[in-house]
């Protein structure tokens, strides 16, 4: 069954930091990986989708690797600011069905 | 970006009534929706698949009797709580794949149901 991880579980910085969100999953048989943005009481984001056969993706201050091998994927956001606060998903695309797993998911805070 | 329009965003309920929600893809056909279920601060869990014109496939410990999921044209599903409880109220969000496998999901804005 797969379990996807996501650590930590909160995190405050204060604006203009680099930081590092970290994901891993169980199961490397997966079709791809893909990062979201939650923001209270909404739905999601799409961030940044990688193949499971690419390495990364980037798109502005994100960019997002995965590490299949080992069950990893990275999501860095460069110069964070205050707007960069919210809840951020990972999610595996299971190979029965295509159905996306989530991990719990990382609250950032980004403090002016 | 495609656009999945989901309503109502708020719903309030006395105990016993049944709620219906609708998930729409506005500018592309989705063959496969899915309905999560989120619980304050934690992630989503997937309730169910829903594939146009064919039965829900829903996830193991999800009673389909109480949860009906209907996706009747390639732009529509609904999911509707019936005989809602107050352990019923959640955050409910549909999601809709534009394509294939690798193909990203888009998500409507969740809604917000009370039970009473």
């Known amino acids: 069954k797969q379990e996807v991880t996501q650590i930590p579980a909160a995190l405050s910085v204060p604006e203009g930091e680099n930081l590092v969100l970290n994901c891993s999953f169980t199961d490397s048989a997966i079709y791809n990986l893909q990062w979201f943005r939650q923001d209270p009481g909404k739905g999601l984001t799409s961030l940044l989708l990688?193949?499971?056969?690419?390495r990364e993706q980037t798109s502005g201050r994100l960019n997002a690797s995965l590490d299949k091998s080992s069950g990893r994927s990275t999501l860095y956001i460069a110069a964070s600011q205050p707007g960069d606060s919210a809840t951020y998903l990972c999610a595996v695309c299971h190979n029965q069905g295509g159905k996306l797993i989530f991990g719990q998911g990382t609250e950032l805070s980004v403090k002016p | 970006g495609a656009v999945v329009s989901q309503h109502p965003s708020w719903v309030i309920c006395k105990s016993g009534t049944s709620v219906k929600i609708e998930c729409r893809s506005l500018?592309?056909?989705?063959?496969?929706m899915f309905w999560y279920r989120q619980f304050p601060k934690q992630s989503l869990m997937l309730m169910a698949t829903?594939?146009?014109?064919?039965?829900?496939?829903?996830e193991q410990g999800v009673e389909k009797d109480k949860f009906l999921i209907n996706h009747a044209s390639l732009t529509l599903s609904t999911l509707t709580v019936t005989s809602a409880h107050p352990e019923d109220s959640s955050f409910y969000i549909c999601?809709?794949?534009?394509?294939?496998?690798?193909?990203?999901?888009?998500f409507g804005s969740g809604t917000q149901l009370s039970v009473l």
């Open positions: 999601s809709a794949r534009k394509g294939g496998l690798n193909e990203k999901l888009f």
């Open positions: 990688i193949q499971s056969s690419q």
């Open positions: 829903s594939n146009e014109g064919s039965k829900a496939t829903y």
């Open positions: 500018d592309f056909q989705a063959t496969t």
